[in-house]
């Protein structure tokens, strides 16, 4: 059995993926977001990494390179021997490779959509949206998809475990401190 540990974590948007994953980092975890990968991309072309250029790009990515496309980038560029967490898996495509990783488990990161919106919008990122519809359209986009784009249901399935995070900061922090244990 191996002792270096893999997260990917899984969720909606605005679950709160990146509140684990700065857990995680503060436990001594490296950190690599295939949504990292995508903006490097979108800066290389000089775009803006809004949400629907995120989307596109990523998409234009895994059809180029397969539903894994960008897992294979983030798994190139892990540390050997030190755990890592990596943010943003959202394919079933990505989870397949990230489990050749010994020692991976998928992570889902779930919150109530009340609370995912009160978060987008507190957040400010270029490209959220601000308004409750714009905010279900985008999300209903990601759900579900072919191989290349968005499918969070899939993956979610996929999921080894759930951490929820509805607002109770010590449930959560619980939680990942079994995670990093």
């Known amino acids: 059995m191996t002792s270096t540990r893999y997260y990917g974590l899984t969720g909606l948007n ?4 990146g ?5 995680l ?3 001594g975890f490296d950190y690599h977001s ?12 000089g775009l803006e990494p809004t949400r629907d250029n ?12 397969g539903p ?3 897992a294979t980038l983030i798994v190139s560029r892990l540390r050997p021997g030190v755990p890592a967490v990596i943010d943003s898996v959202r394919t079933p ?17 779930t919150a109530p959509e009340a609370v995912r919106f009160d978060r987008i919008r507190a957040r400010g990122r270029v490209g959220d949206p601000q308004d409750l519809e714009t905010f279900r359209r985008h999300e209903a986009a990601e759900l579900t998809g072919n191989d290349a784009g968005q499918q969070l249901i899939a993956t979610a399935a996929l999921a080894d475990q759930q951490i929820p995070n509805d607002g ?6 619980a939680a990942v401190a079994a995670l990093a244990a």
């Open 34 to 45: 295939l949504s990292d990968a995508i903006r490097h991309v979108l800066a290389e072309r």
């Open 14 to 17: 605005a679950a709160g993926k």
């Open 68 to 70: 894994g496309a960008l």
């Open 25 to 27: 980092i503060a436990a």
């Open 19 to 23: 509140s684990v994953a700065d857990l």
């Open 168 to 173: 109770d900061r010590n449930a959560l922090e």
């Open 93 to 109: 495509g990505e989870v397949a490779v990230l489990r050749t990783l010994p020692g991976f488990r998928l992570v889902e990161v």
């Open 54 to 65: 995120m989307i596109v790009t990523g998409r234009e990515l895994r059809e180029k390179g």
